[in-house]
């Protein structure tokens, strides 16, 4: 499961199932001592709750709080679960809808309503509510979690703090000696003496250097960097298989190591590689 793809609506929907469950537990009905007549005293009503009452239970309290397990279980699943052909948000969804509708009819028809009723009613509405207007109002259609900040990604064999390309440890630069000059250092061979005043080796030596250094320049074009996905995408093997090896959820980031025609090889949070065929609409961290 994954929790980072639930949204603020989901939130919502858990605080009111928590809410709910909370009610069930408080007086269903609030009873006033009846007032005794002469030597008479009638019997007081005692109170009770939703769990005296299977009825109330199981249409409005257990109902709400199994929708809002639905809905949310649908959505950190990475891929839709169905039954009967029906997603689980869209059963959950229905819950949700048919425990305001019980509660609303509930407290109509009744009288004396107590907390636990009132409290359930607020809380199955919100619950509904929110189920309902979770995938269509774009400030419930937010990350609850932030992403994590992405983490730049060293080249390889660079340690943290130190340059890139041609920078001091990095594999392939040319380490100057100690007080040396660019362009200078060069190891002369044993018993040699360094020769003076040939102006063509000179230039001869840049050259030499910016050609040797073009193909690496063109094969570290692609800089590892980190991406978010907008909506969930399969993630395929690198052999070619049809099949998904994992599927990359929204607001969680990922690491792209490599460009591989027009989609990228991602790796994920548990060290899976994969390629991303659909690269369209994705952030760049």
């Known amino acids: 499961m994954n929790i980072r793809s639930l949204t603020r609506g989901d939130g919502v929907v858990i605080g009111a199932a928590v809410v709910l469950f909370i009610a069930s537990f408080l007086d269903f009905k609030s ?16 109170s009770f709750n939703a769990w005296d009452s299977l009825g109330l239970l199981m249409s409005i309290y ?17 891929q839709q679960r169905k039954i009967a052909g029906i997603d689980l948000g869209q059963f959950g969804v229905a819950f949700a809808v048919f425990a305001a509708w019980t509660a609303f009819w509930t407290i ?21 509510a929110g189920a309902v207007a979770a995938p269509l109002v774009p400030a419930l259609k937010a990350p609850l979690m932030g992403a994590p900040k992405p983490q730049v990604a060293q080249p390889y064999g660079g340690q943290p ?23 200078q250092g060069q190891q002369q061979p044993y018993g040699a003496q ?30 590892p960097f980190w991406f978010a996905v907008p909506v ?13 090896i994992a599927e990359l959820a ?36």
């Open 161 to 183: 703090g130190q340059p890139g390309p041609g920078g001091y440890g990095y594999p392939g630069a040319q380490q100057q000696p100690y007080g040396g000059q660019p362009g």
């Open 31 to 46: 009873y006033e001592k009846p007032a005794c007549s002469g030597n008479f005293c009638p019997p007081a009503v005692g």
């Open 108 to 128: 109509v028809d009744g009288s004396d309503s107590g907390p636990g009723q009132i409290l359930g009613l607020l809380a199955v509405l919100i619950l509904a």
């Open 194 to 223: 360094p020769q003076q005043g040939q102006p063509q080796a000179a230039q001869q030596a840049p050259a030499q250097a910016q050609q040797a250094g073009a193909p690496a320049a063109a094969a570290g074009d692609f800089a």
């Open 250 to 285: 929204p607001g969680t980031w990922y690491l792209a190591v490599e460009q591989r025609g027009s989609g990228l090889v991602a790796q994920t949070q548990d060290g899976r590689r994969g390629v991303l065929p659909d690269t369209t609409g994705i952030q760049r961290g």
């Open 232 to 244: 969930a995408r399969p993630l395929y093997a690198e052999d070619g298989s049809p099949t998904p």
């Open 62 to 78: 257990l109902a709400g709080v199994i929708a809002a397990a639905l809905i949310v279980v649908s959505r950190s699943l990475p």
